[in-house]
């Protein structure tokens, strides 16, 4: 008798500064899903981090790992962080690449927030550049008025889709290059 063999996913490390962030991985996976790729991603929510960049960072290298050490390596590592307190501490922000270069992982800057990220996805939307959080998010509401902090990944479906993410990675180079490393970039 043969055993059916289960293959084995790649595993994916991907921070998150909150749960909106975690959902929009888990969709992501699902894409990956979609498009016959069998990864991963582990999408960790990185708290308390309240939304300072450096301490996100060390908390992402810290719990990469803790997992590594109970699980195994991660091919890939990435945290999806807000720009918005970005150049606010010159030292810190170099503190941040170095520390990201040093253990391998690959920073995604949402510009200025999650919000205008995920404008971003939208087709009338794709080239906005809200210039605070609280526009972003203004904007957003308005163009897609379900909308809410933490949705689900299954609600996020409804305007989230391969085509959106292909939009949003045509106009922001550190999520394309994260999915070309993927190799999600090739089904969208």
């Given at each position: 008798m043969s055993r059916l063999r289960i293959q084995q996913r790649?595993?994916?490390?991907?921070?998150?500064?909150?749960?909106?962030?975690?959902?929009?991985?888990?969709?992501?996976?699902?894409i990956a899903d979609a498009a016959g790729l069998s990864l991963?991603?582990?999408?960790?929510?990185?708290?308390?981090?309240?939304?300072?960049?450096?301490?996100?960072?060390?908390?992402?290298?810290?719990?990469?790992?803790e997992k590594v050490n109970k699980r195994g390596t991660f091919a890939y590592r990435a945290v999806l962080l807000d720009k918005d307190k970005l150049g606010q501490a010159l030292d810190r922000d170099r503190q941040i690449s170095a520390l990201a270069h040093e253990h391998r992982i690959h920073l995604i800057w949402q510009d200025p927030c999650h919000e205008g990220f995920l404008l971003r996805h939208l087709a009338e939307h794709t080239t906005m550049r809200p210039?605070?959080?609280?526009?972003?998010?203004?904007?957003?509401?308005?163009?897609?008025?379900?909308?809410?902090?933490?949705?689900?990944?299954?609600?996020?479906?409804?305007?989230?889709?391969?085509?959106?993410?292909?939009?949003?990675?045509?106009?922001?180079?550190?999520?394309?290059?994260?999915?070309?490393?993927?190799?999600?970039?090739?089904?969208?």
């Open positions: 790649t595993r994916i490390y991907l921070g998150c500064e909150g749960e909106s962030e975690q959902s929009y991985g888990k969709r992501l996976n699902e991963f991603l582990d999408c960790d929510v990185l708290q308390p981090g309240g939304g300072d960049p450096l301490a996100l960072v060390r908390l992402a290298v810290r719990r990469v790992l210039q605070n959080s609280d526009l972003a998010t203004q904007t957003l509401k308005k163009a897609w008025p379900e909308y809410r902090k933490g949705m689900p990944a299954s609600e996020l479906a409804a305007r989230i889709d391969r085509s959106a993410i292909g939009r949003a990675a045509s106009v922001e180079t550190d999520f394309c290059s994260f999915l070309r490393d993927l190799g999600l970039a090739a089904y969208l």
